[in-house]
């Protein structure tokens, strides 16, 4: 089946320092999405692509559609302690469905 | 707005209980999903309503876990008997079908011991 993986698995940075992770799979998309999820609550939305070569950003967080469209980075800019969380890639489900498959996550630690 | 609304937030129970787990959606949003958060697996998809009819249910883990969405605002997610292998958080979202933005909840940590 279609499987994301997320590299790194955990990240530990100190306040200030920019932040990238990224996305892979054997499979072609024509959306990608990153969540992050704070801790004891739902992942939320952060950004969504819907073309190949995509730029988009949100705030200090820009997200990318690479080119193969097997592939998403995110970056984050001059992260705060308020971007700890686990950041999720995910993608449509073959079918046409609605069904999103989900990565495992990459767990951001930031040290004030 | 209230967002998604899932009760309990915690529930504590013992092997061979029921478990039901509830949901309300957004307004307005005509698809719902259950999903299983573990460390090991992370997050699955467990089944899926459009319009309050199931759709897909593959994700279910085996019989005694069953969905309901009998009406366009409320949907239950039962387990019985429950076993400690059910121990996770059940995330329910909801999605207006456009663009695949779901908005999650914020999960039932369920605890079976």
């Known amino acids: 089946g279609q499987q994301l993986n997320q590299s790194p698995q955990s990240m530990f940075i100190q306040e200030g320092e920019d932040v990238s992770m990224n996305c892979t799979s054997s499979s072609i998309f024509n959306t990608w999405l990153w969540y992050k999820q704070d801790p004891g609550e739902g992942p939320v939305l952060l950004i969504a692509?819907?073309?190949?070569?995509e730029l988009t950003s949100n705030g200090r967080l820009t997200a990318q559609f690479g080119i193969t469209r097997k592939d998403s980075f995110l970056n984050i800019s001059a992260s705060i302690p308020s971007d700890v969380g686990i950041y999720f890639c995910?993608?449509?489900?073959?079918?046409?469905?609605?069904?999103?498959?989900f990565g495992k996550g990459t767990k951001l630690t930031v040290n004030p | 707005d209230a967002g998604v609304i899932q009760s309990p937030r915690h529930e504590v129970t013992e092997m061979g209980q029921e478990v039901t787990l509830r949901c309300k959606p957004i307004s307005g949003h005509n698809s719902l999903f259950w999903y299983r958060q573990t460390m090991m697996r992370g997050l699955e998809l467990l089944i899926y309503?459009?319009?309050?009819?199931?759709?897909?249910d593959s994700g279910m883990p085996e019989d005694r876990f069953s969905a309901k969405m009998p009406n366009a605002s409320f949907s239950t997610l039962k387990i019985q008997p429950s076993e400690p292998r059910d121990s996770a958080v059940y995330f329910c979202a909801s999605s207006s079908g456009t663009h695949y933005g779901y908005t999650f909840g914020s999960g039932t940590r369920l605890t079976v011991v």
């Open positions: 995910a993608a449509p489900a073959q079918g046409g469905s609605e069904k999103l498959v």
């Open positions: 309503f459009n319009n309050n009819v199931p759709i897909d």
């Open positions: 692509l819907y073309k190949a070569g």
